[in-house]
């Protein structure tokens, strides 16, 4: 069992930066993928960014160019860097692991940008 607490959600303008971490119980250096995703009320959770054991990233099309994944593995955490933020980037923000075959998620962290 691996449990994931995100942080680092908040109140931004439009413009500004956040940096999301999610933190977890146990070594990630094994997981295969380590994702963020981002859902608004009413529809669907969405990929935002993917990194990869070999530390490959993929990201979605509407945050290409202003988003960052990255891992620690020494501190079992993954950011999300967020920069040049938009309204339409307000959701709330899940953190998702997949180890050994076996997805597991974060309980979700609020952004919301102001205009």
């Known amino acids: 069992q691996v449990q994931l607490v995100e942080s680092g959600g908040g109140l931004v303008q439009a413009g500004g930066s956040l940096r999301l971490s999610c933190a977890a119980s146990?070594?990630?250096?094994?997981?295969?993928?380590m994702e963020w995703y981002r859902q608004t009320p009413g529809k669907q959770r969405d990929l935002v960014a993917r990194?990869?054991?070999?530390?490959?990233?993929i990201y979605a099309d509407s945050v290409k160019g202003r988003f960052t994944i990255s891992r620690d593995n020494a501190k079992n955490t993954v950011y999300l860097q967020m920069n040049s933020l938009k309204p339409e980037d307000t959701a709330v923000y899940y953190c998702?692991?997949?180890?050994?075959?076996?997805?597991?998620w974060g309980q979700g962290t609020q952004v919301t940008v102001s205009s």
């Open positions: 998702r692991a997949g180890i050994f075959g076996t997805n597991y």
């Open positions: 146990r070594s990630i250096s094994s997981a295969d993928y």
């Open positions: 990194i990869l054991s070999d530390d490959g990233t």
